[in-house]
């Protein structure tokens, strides 16, 4: 193995849990969360040797997970017209919270596919400015879509 796949492979072995954060966000089915998987390492490799650095790594990551995970979202959603549920058993238990956990990934599951990439990402606790380099917009507009999206979850019932 040369140098650049020992790095490359040392940066997926770092970021492989933000890869398949943002992957379980757009799927709750294991085969195909490692298609997505997959899917996005190519579109990493690929783009490996263009990357200068100019944006964090991580924020690179984050920006071709998200976008290789819409676009087949789209793509998905194009041929079939059902939306997605996360009707994964996260807890075998039933508590009060493991409940309203589950209900707030259904909710998401039903949001478009930036506002759930928006919300992954703050979630994850990135900062406004970093959801802004990732998903394009500035962290003004993060701010206020994210207002948005949170009335728009209280709003969603529970179909």
């Not at 990135?126 to 206020?144: F, H, P, Q, R, T």
Request: aromatic share 8%; proline share 1%.
């Amino acid at each position: 193995m040369n140098t650049t796949e020992q790095q490359f492979s040392q940066l997926v072995k770092d970021n492989r849990s933000t890869i398949y954060a943002v992957c379980y966000m757009f799927s709750n089915d294991a085969d195909e969360v490692a298609d997505l998987f997959q899917e996005v390492l190519v579109k990493l490799w690929n783009g490996y040797e263009t990357f200068h650095g100019k944006s964090d790594v991580k924020t690179w990551i984050y920006r071709v997970t998200l976008n290789t995970c819409i676009t087949i979202d789209r793509k998905k959603r194009n041929r079939r017209k059902a939306l997605l549920s996360m009707d994964v058993d996260y807890f075998s238990d039933e508590e009060k919270s493991t409940a309203q956990v589950r209900m707030l990934h259904e909710r998401i599951a039903r949001l478009q596919p930036l506002d759930r990439a928006i919300v992954l990402l703050w979630l994850e606790q990135i900062s406004y400015d970093e959801i802004g380099d990732i998903v394009g917009l500035s962290a003004k507009n993060v701010s206020v879509r994210l207002a948005r999206i949170r009335v728009q979850l209280k709003n969603m019932s529970n179909e």
